[in-house]
């Protein structure tokens, strides 16, 4: 049972330019969430979803951020225009069908570097 | 939202010691893990431990729900042991909120 994949596992873009991030869950987890990790910092929530909704995205960025996580294929966010304050590890996690509280599984991280 | 504090923040060890890392938490919570961040920057799952005691190997974790508080242990500690050790706690069906970490170096 693989576990959590996300790619790639780095990305650089230039400042402008846009970034997408992909998450593929584990096998039979319908939750996804992303996380934000800055440098020397933990790891900050930014959004969860399940299948074709966004169930929160209280820690989204009003502007630029955008995730989806479509019924067929992996999850993805999007950051358009990045800016070098974006430089960051991006984690996914994942989990099973949930009423409230369960072990999220993460992902590698995708490291992104904007120049 | 719920507070997350991991101390010590810093913490060094000769190879073979023993430690003790606590997180403690401001409010109920339904979910608590551990993880262990090495220096490859890779989470791994170390504990599921909403409350009572779980071990698994050199590690145990204790978590005391009433008391708002959760200690790791790590005995006979390895080089292998360095990296970043990571509270989070869950108060939903939603994210973890993660705590600052306690930054693990072991010498040998």
């Known amino acids: 049972n693989a576990g959590v994949m996300q790619n790639p596992r780095h990305l650089v873009r230039r400042r402008g330019q846009e970034a997408r991030l992909r998450c593929s869950p584990m096998?039979?987890?319908?939750?996804v969430y992303w996380y934000r990790q800055l440098p020397e910092e933990g790891l900050k929530f930014m959004v969860y979803l399940q299948k074709e909704n966004i169930i929160d995205e209280s820690g989204m960025p009003k502007e630029r951020f955008s995730a989806e996580f479509p019924k067929e294929g992996p999850s993805i966010l999007r950051i358009q225009q990045v800016v070098r304050g974006d430089s960051a590890a991006y984690f996914c996690?994942?989990?099973?069908?949930?009423?409230?509280?369960?072990?999220?599984?993460f992902g590698p991280g995708t490291r992104l570097l904007v120049l | 939202g719920i507070q997350v504090e991991q101390s010590p923040p810093d913490l060094i060890l000769q190879e073979g010691a023993n430690s003790t890392l606590r997180c403690n938490f401001s409010d109920s919570v339904n979910n608590l893990q551990w993880f262990h961040q090495n220096p490859w920057g890779q989470l791994i799952n170390l504990f599921y431990?909403?409350?009572g005691t779980k071990q698994n190997g050199r590690l145990s974790a204790t978590t005391v729900a009433t008391e708002r508080y959760s200690l790791l242990y790590i005995s006979s500690s390895q080089t292998t042991d360095s990296g970043v050790y990571f509270c989070a706690v869950q108060t939903g069906a939603n994210n973890l909120f993660f705590g600052t970490g306690t930054r693990l170096t072991v010498i040998p």
């Open positions: 431990i909403p409350s």
């Open positions: 096998k039979g987890h319908s939750h």
């Open positions: 996690a994942s989990s099973p069908p949930v009423l409230a509280g369960e072990t999220q599984y």
